[in-house]
């Protein structure tokens, strides 16, 4: 497409990033969610868009990183989709593990209260709350299913041209047990929502 010099444009346009725990493939064995964690306590979101598919993130076709785009966040959503745990009494025998029941539920509830997340733009921390404040109306018992209802800024959070930005979810006194024997295939969506400023196309 063909760029207006000199003319923006302000379009509604949702960023998104997942943290992603493979299910079984060709014979293998699902991850589990602590196994893929770089880092035993955080997961980043927003960091890394390699190797990920648009399911997982569009930080690729976005573009924030442009000299000229900015992206003004309106509102910071987590979403989960369904998990498979492995009940306490089966995870070292080798089955296959359930994908309905309390132990599902036991995964959600340990992720949203036993966890805090945080937007850091430039490295300054603009919000820092447990991550059910910010738990979204879609997927799975995790929250309200109106989003009218959801966290709101009172003020946009502006992410300038080429700044550094990213969310964190933080363990602060580890993955429960649940959450880290959960397996795949598992995916945590943080979505910031709200509208990009761009050349004019």
Do not use: C
């Not at 969610?33 to 390699?50: L, Y």
């Not at 306490?88 to 029941?101: A, D, E, M």
């Not at 910010?134 to 009172?154: E, H, I, K, T, Y």
């Amino acid at each position: 497409m063909t760029k207006v010099s000199g003319v923006k444009e302000k379009v509604h346009s949702p960023l998104y990033d997942a943290f992603f725990v493979p299910g079984p493939k060709n014979g293998t064995r699902p991850k589990k969610f602590a196994k893929m964690m770089t880092d035993p306590q955080v997961i980043r979101f927003f960091v890394d868009s390699q190797g990920k598919t648009e399911l997982e993130t569009n930080l690729h076709a976005l573009r924030i990183a442009s000299r000229r785009n900015a992206f003004e966040v309106q509102t910071m959503h987590i979403v989960v989709s369904t998990v498979s745990v492995l009940p306490r009494s089966l995870r070292h025998r080798g089955n296959k593990p359930v994908t309905q029941g309390r132990s599902s539920d036991t995964f959600l509830s340990e992720l949203k209260f036993n966890s805090v997340s945080s937007l850091l733009v430039e490295e300054k921390n603009l919000v820092e709350m447990p991550s059910f404040w910010f738990m979204a109306g879609a997927g799975n018992a995790l929250g309200p299913q109106d989003s009218l209802v959801n966290f709101r800024f009172g003020e946009p959070v502006i992410i300038g041209p080429q700044q550094n930005f990213r969310v964190e979810m933080r363990f602060p006194q580890d993955v429960p047990m649940n959450g880290a024997t959960a397996t795949g295939p598992l995916r945590i969506w943080v979505i910031l929502d709200g509208y990009l400023t761009r050349d004019v196309q």
